[in-house]
């Protein structure tokens, strides 16, 4: 059973992604924003991690950019309801395996978290 990070700042997107991933079988962790995330990283290393990008304190760029110097080969997605801006792209750039544009439907996210996580394991064989 893989083990997934989901952090956003909203409950009720946080809430809906957690019970979507706890129904289809993952072990979920929550966190509400990019430095609650990094303490739970550190003391224990998730199989993948999906972010939103606008978040206070720590948003989900510098997130992404602390995820990647803890592990370079942690899969992550990154969620934003910003279509409007460029945030999902530079987050794909920073290190980001998936992206989703929110309100997305529980087949692409399940499909982005599948995929995020057989790349991983396609690098490591």
């Known amino acids: 059973m893989s083990r997934i990070l989901v952090i ?4 009720e997107a946080r809430n809906t992604v ?34 939103d990008i ?9 997130t992404i950019q602390e995820l990647m110097k803890l592990n370079r080969k942690l899969p992550i997605v990154a969620i934003t309801g910003s ?25 692409d996210l399940l499909s982005a978290v599948n995929s995020a996580l057989n790349s991983v394991n396609e690098i490591s064989n």
């Open 8 to 11: 956003d700042d909203i409950d």
């Open 18 to 51: 957690c019970k979507i991933l706890t129904r289809n079988g993952f072990d979920v962790v929550e966190a509400y924003n990019g430095k609650e995330a990094i303490k739970l990283v550190k003391n224990n290393m998730p199989d993948l991690v999906i972010t």
């Open 54 to 62: 606008l978040m206070p304190e720590m948003e989900g760029l510098e």
């Open 83 to 107: 279509t409007d801006s460029p945030y999902l792209q530079v987050a794909l750039k920073l290190g980001a395996t998936k992206g989703l544009y929110k309100p997305f439907n529980q087949a």
